[in-house]
């Protein structure tokens, strides 16, 4: 049988390099794929005196694609420094594996969009965010589209459970439509708060339930 994949990929595929979790991350981020629905996480250290890259990991819950992309991207990504890790794109990727099938290419965007935001999500911490520009209702909901509804694995957004969105002097509530006492309402709520605080000019976020 021959498979569509090169040599690399599938090399990339059977041996991701760099798989699992980083304890108390300086960055991460959950990428989640409107094509597909998979989804993939990433962690990352950084060294910051040199703001560089000094250990990234990744977790896929995707195809062999997502898989090979984020054992390539996390080898060329370790080591840079922020702004040349921000660089890596899909291209590059796909190039570095050998080529990907033109259908696969959304599985390598995802992996790249999730080592981005990563290093966003360091950048927010820490204040580095060079263009700021003021929160709104929509890039919160844009945010609410990572955290992960556990019962259904798919995103808050997707499966209606945000009933609203309020953003006013660095105050953002968010209501979810799920009772405060539900087994998964603490772990939605410390997403959602993860999510939005390192937004710059958010003081304060206020997650309720219905009931
Ligand atoms: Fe979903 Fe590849 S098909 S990540």
Sequence with gaps: MKFPYSEKVLEHFKHPRNVGKIENPDGNALEGSPACGDMVAVYIKVDSDKNR?????????GCASNIATGSIITELAKGKTLDEAKKIDWKEASEALGGLPPIKAHCSVLAVEGLRSAIQNYEERHGLVKEQKPTTVEIVRKRLKKVMNPLSGLDLVRTNLVTDVEVEGGVVRVVIDIPSGHQFANN??????EKIEPLWDVNQVVVEFTE
């Design 53 to 61: 890259i000094e250990d990234v990991k990744f977790e896929s819950y």
């Design 188 to 193: 939605i709520r410390d997403e959602i708060l």
